[in-house]
T-cell receptor
Framework: DSGVTQTPKHLITATGQRVTLRCSPRSGDLSVYWYQQSLDQGLQFLIQYYNGEERAKGNILERFSAQQFPDLHSELNLSSLELGDSALYFC??????????????FGPGTRLTVL | GENVEQHPSTLSVQEGDSAVIKCTYSDSASNYFPWYKQELGKGPQLIIDIRSNVGEKKDQRIAVTLNKTAKHFSLHITETQPEDSAVYFC?????????????FGGGTRVLVKP
C-alpha cells in the first residue's frame, strides 16, 4: 500500500458525459501527479500540482482539467468523454521540494470505461 | 522532450535464472531513473531508482546500472522467483524546479516459469 488513495476504483459512463476522479496524496506529500495508462499509449504524464499550483503539464487534452485543493487532495475532471478516453488513470504523489527529483508513489488507479 | 525506449517487450525466464531489461533515453538533461513494477490490477510500485551521479545500485536481488554517456540504463533481477512475474517500467526525468514529470518506457512483461 503506497498511501495514495484514489476513488472511485471503477467508473463506467457514456460518450459525451463528464466525470471526476479523486486522489488523496500520502501524508506529508505536497505534489500530486496524474498519469493515463492506455494499451496504445502506455503510461503518459498528464499534469502535476504542487501545493495547490500547477507545476508541469504534459499532453493533457483541453477537455481534461485538474486542481489541487487546500487540503492537498486533487481532482481530475474529464468532460465530453470519447471512447478513446477509456483507460486507467493513476495519481501519484511526492514531497517535491522544487529543487530536485524525488520518488513518486502511485495510487491503485481508477479504471474508466466509456461506452 | 524526453523519449524512453524499453526492450524487450516480453521476457520469459525459468525460475532461478536472471532477467535483464534495457532502456535508452534521449534527453541528456535527465538525471533520475526509477523502475516500477506493476502487478495485474494494481498501480506501479517503485522497486529501485538511480540518480545520474551513480553508475550502479543494488538492492538484494535487484540491481540497476546507468551509462550516461550512452544514455542507457538496465534492470537486473537475479535468482528470479514466480512472484517477480509482472510488468516492469523504466522511466526518466530531468530534475529541476520546472516540474518532475516522469517519461515511461513501453513496459516489459516478465513471466517467471516455475
Amino acid at each position: 500500500d503506497s498511501g495514495v488513495t484514489q476513488t472511485p476504483k471503477h467508473l463506467i459512463t457514456a460518450t459525451g458525459q463528464r466525470v471526476t476522479l479523486r486522489c488523496s496524496p500520502r501524508s506529508g506529500d505536497l505534489s500530486v501527479y496524474w498519469y493515463q495508462q492506455s494499451l496504445d499509449q502506455g503510461l503518459q504524464f498528464l499534469i502535476q500540482y504542487y501545493n495547490g499550483e500547477e507545476r508541469a503539464k504534459g499532453n493533457i487534452l483541453e477537455r481534461f482539467s485538474a486542481q489541487q485543493f487546500p487540503d492537498l487532495h486533487s481532482e481530475l475532471n474529464l468532460s465530453s468523454l470519447e471512447l478513446g478516453d477509456s483507460a486507467l488513470y493513476f495519481c501519484a504523489s511526492s514531497v517535491f521540494s522544487g529543487g530536485s527529483t524525488d520518488t513518486q508513489y502511485f495510487g491503485p488507479g481508477t479504471r474508466l470505461t466509456v461506452l | 522532450g524526453e523519449n524512453v525506449e524499453q526492450h524487450p517487450s516480453t521476457l520469459s525466464v525459468q525460475e532461478g535464472d536472471s532477467a535483464v531489461i534495457k532502456c535508452t533515453y534521449s534527453d541528456s538533461a535527465s538525471n533520475y531513473f526509477p523502475w516500477y513494477k506493476q502487478e495485474l490490477g494494481k498501480g506501479p510500485q517503485l522497486i529501485i531508482d538511480i540518480r545520474s551521479n551513480v553508475g550502479e545500485k543494488k538492492d538484494q536481488r535487484i540491481a540497476v546500472t546507468l551509462n550516461k554517456t550512452a544514455k542507457h540504463f538496465s534492470l537486473h533481477i537475479t535468482e528470479t522467483q514466480p512472484e517477480d512475474s509482472a510488468v516492469y517500467f523504466c522511466a526518466a526525468t530531468p530534475w529541476g524546479a520546472a516540474g518532475n514529470k516522469l517519461t515511461f518506457g513501453g513496459g516489459t512483461r516478465v513471466l517467471v516459469k516455475p
